[in-house]
């Protein structure tokens, strides 16, 4: 089976780009399941209800994220009754919405998504490594197929996770720095990993954003407000080939569309 995992929406322009390409990219790479990490999809910050609906329309059968996923608090209610939008696992119990979930295909293949936040420069969550390990018990019992996305700033990180999930997950692909990296492979174990899919929005900007408020923020040290960027949208993605049997990886490959 193939699953396709489009990185981080940033604001109008990626969503407009998701709209645009996301269909012909289907129907091209004969994609079963669509996941796309969504935390950036209001205006570069966190989800609303008309936003999260307007990616589910383009195509997207299932919504990760991650730290920005909290920024706007009329999502709260909706990460209770909406089973396909995810928010990282490791935060402390009592929060709303779940990490992980089961998603039939429309051939009926079971897959199981994770959903974790890393903690090397960001907040001081619950062990991620720990989180996954229970996850994955419970999600083996029904599927052998499962993709993680792991929000997390630091490289090492991502790296050990992949290392440390590798011949028990399907693939583990990086969230949240919004550069893609080039760097796309299969583990000894059988894992697809990429360190980050990248961003899906302007690449006319500073990781998303207004080249000039980003530049007065470097320049000055000050908080200045950040703008979400427009032009010249990009989408970046990677599409993972799974055998349904194993859960193993057999191909991973980056994918850019609209430059």
Known sequence: MK?????????RAGRRTLVEHL???IDRHLVDLVVANGENGAAGYGLTASVLKEIFAAGVDVVTSG???WDKKEIMPILDRESRL?????YPPGLPGSGCGIYETAAGIKVGVINLE???FMKNLDCPFRAADSLIEELQQQTPIIFVDFHAEATSEKQAMGIYLDGRVSAVIGTHTHVQTADERILTG???????????GSQDAIIGNEKKSALERFLTQLPVRLEVAKKD?????VL???DEESGKCEQIERIQVGR
């Open 23 to 25: 269909d012909r990219l």
């Open 3 to 11: 699953l396709l995992f489009i990185g981080d929406i940033v604001g």
């Open 190 to 200: 059988g894992t697809g990993y990429l360190t980050d899919v990248g961003m899906s």
């Open 240 to 242: 993972v080939t799974i």
């Open 233 to 237: 949208p990009l989408l970046c993605g």
């Open 86 to 90: 995810l928010r990282p696992a490791n």
């Open 67 to 69: 730290n920005h996923i």
């Open 118 to 120: 890393g903690r090397v």
